[in-house]
């Protein structure tokens, strides 16, 4: 044949939207005192939604990046070698302040602009966001060593994407990592071997082995390593001050799920030269700040992915026609799609919840602070467990077109789960639960004062509520307890997010959540709301304006 068939019945793509079309975004900046950010938001919810930044994703997946460890010459030089398009989404991150700029701006709503922002942005290429994430979490950590925040603090809430090996202090921008990790401890970093000797001069030489350190080719790391006071944090560069190179050398690339935009690599410190960074022998206590900031992009990129998918099942269904109808005019589909929407816009208004929180919380305000240690760690296990759920529902949705590379849904689903496990996989997000609970009683206080300014507002709601109360009340005894852990995490979220829905999402959002959700009357998958659902008020509420 040299002229195909007429092809009929398949959606055209999907550009030109802008990924900012949400209310439940919008209205929370509104409501936080954050409006002021509302025209950079949009502005950069169209960019998200341009066929060019979708070819750039695209690349940045299709061609990942590549290790040299020597030159043609010989020489070590352990560089990162990208594909153009990375370095194109980098810029606009950091332009655009998705890194560690709101440290750096007074504004109210500084940190949920920027938490807005990066939801966005993740919904364009996600792997990116591990560097950008972890600068913005650098700052507060770094903060523990007043002469380098003095320094570097400046560097890494420039609004410069300054890439390329040279002296961290010479450069107009900075990009942080972070390496923790080790082969024989994983999340129980109390377990590394790395050691780290103190020099004449007040730095330290480090040496040891690294199982994971993601984006290698930052410029400067927040690391772990033993000391003789015990387990320490330390700054170290990739470059050091007179321009040759600090003693990192990276092994090997990780061969990973998902994520592959993204490079992760083992290293090895041979006497890397690094500064402390805190108290000597409080490593942990220092980097948890760190741990807590990257956590909560876990949570907003688990809500972005969701987005996302919803966004393409959306459009899909609004245009393929099956049995004599579009399919989002068939009630099971319909129930499917808005099943997806209200789970989307639940992680979407905690996620944002949280973020507003830590405006608070840099205000003084201690209530909030101690809200967002609590709840950030519950919305860590349950948001980010649904988001692997979420992503392959939606996939299922555009049928065997979900399927294929081209519809950008497998890059998705493999992403999704890296989101459950970074920063602490669920177990260890769901103990931090516990341990919040036991040493920091004033953040139970705190979320159940959250939860009562919905009190009276949905029967269902309530009754979640107080069943918590009791479930809480099983904790005294610690083995019963951890095996409770997964539990309260995940009724803490799921009361959380009705709390936040009732109050502020449309009435018909907010009665499915808690219908389903608290209430009950839910299956064990997406599509199983119970009769009477407003379907129609959700999806109205939740369609982008492409997928009429």
């Excluded at 959306?314 to 099956?322: E, F, I, N, P, S």
């Excluded at 305000?365 to 988001?387: H, P, S």
């Excluded at 529902?393 to 519809?407: D, I, P, Q, R």
């Excluded at 907010?510 to 999806?539: K, V």
Aim: include cysteine.
């Amino acid at each position: 044949m040299t002229v195909t068939h007429e092809v009929v019945n398949q959606p055209p793509p999907l550009t030109g939207f802008t990924a900012a079309d949400e209310p439940a975004l919008l209205e929370t900046l509104r409501r936080e005192g954050a409006g002021w950010g509302e025209r950079e938001v949009t502005e950069l919810g169209a960019l998200a939604g341009t066929a060019a930044v979708q070819e750039q994703s695209r690349w940045a997946e299709e061609v990942p990046p590549r290790l040299h460890t020597h030159d043609r010459f010989g020489h070590r030089v352990d560089e990162v070698e990208f594909h153009p398009a990375w370095h194109q989404l980098m810029t606009v991150a950091v332009e655009q302040g998705l890194h560690a700029a709101p440290w750096a701006d007074d504004r109210p709503g500084a940190h949920l602009v920027r938490a807005a922002k990066f939801y966005l942005w993740s919904q364009a290429e996600p792997g990116h966001g591990c560097p950008v994430s972890m600068t913005y979490a650098a700052v507060p950590a770094l903060r523990a060593a007043p002469e380098l925040a003095a320094a570097y603090e400046p560097l890494l809430t420039a609004c410069r994407y300054d890439y390329g090996l040279r002296p961290p202090l010479t450069k107009s921008g900075l990009i942080a990592g972070m390496s923790m990790t080790e082969k024989q401890g994983g999340s129980d970093v109390r377990a590394n071997t790395t050691r780290a000797v103190a020099a004449a001069d007040g730095s330290y030489r480090i040496t040891g082995h690294k199982w994971f350190t993601s984006a290698p080719m930052s410029d400067v790391f927040l690391t772990l390593a033993q000391t003789a006071e015990g387990l320490s944090c330390f700054l170290l560069p990739r470059v050091l001050p007179d321009g040759s190179r600090n003693g990192l050398r990276l092994m090997r690339l990780k061969n990973k799920l998902g994520n592959r935009s993204n490079a992760s690599a083992e290293i090895e410190y041979e006497a890397a030269v690094a500064w402390p960074v805190g108290e000597p022998g409080r490593g942990v206590r220092t980097i948890v700040e760190m741990v807590n900031m990257t956590r909560l992009d876990c949570v907003l990129g688990s809500a972005a992915a969701m987005r996302a998918g919803l966004r393409q099942a959306l459009h899909h269904t609004a245009h393929r026609r099956a049995f004599g109808r579009a399919l989002d005019h068939q009630p099971l589909m319909r129930s499917v799609l808005a099943d997806l929407a209200v789970e989307s816009e639940a992680a979407t208004l905690l996620g944002m919840r949280l973020a507003a929180a830590v405006d608070r919380s840099q205000a003084g305000d201690a209530r909030e602070a101690a809200l967002r240690r609590l709840a950030l760690a519950a919305a860590k296990y349950w948001v980010c467990k649904r988001g692997s759920t979420h992503v392959g529902e939606a996939l299922e949705c555009l049928g065997g077109n979900g399927y294929v590379e081209e519809s950008g849904m497998p890059r998705l689903y493999r992403e999704a789960p890296l989101l459950s496990i970074w920063e602490g996989s669920g177990n260890v997000a769901a103990l931090d639960v516990l341990r919040a609970l036991q040493r920091e009683p004033e953040a139970l206080d705190a979320y159940f004062a959250e939860i009562d300014a919905a009190a009276g507002a949905d029967r269902r709601l309530d009754a979640a509520a107080a069943g918590l109360r009791k479930l809480l009340g099983e904790l005294a005894d610690p083995e019963r307890a951890q095996l409770l852990a997964r539990t309260v995490a995940e009724r803490m979220a799921l009361v959380l997010q009705g709390a936040l829905l009732v109050r502020y999402s449309s009435p018909a959002v907010a009665d499915a959540f808690c219908a389903s959700r608290l209430d009950g009357a839910w299956g064990n998958a997406f599509g199983t709301l119970p009769p009477g659902t407003d379907l129609t008020a959700i999806l109205e509420r939740t369609r982008p304006g492409d997928a009429h």
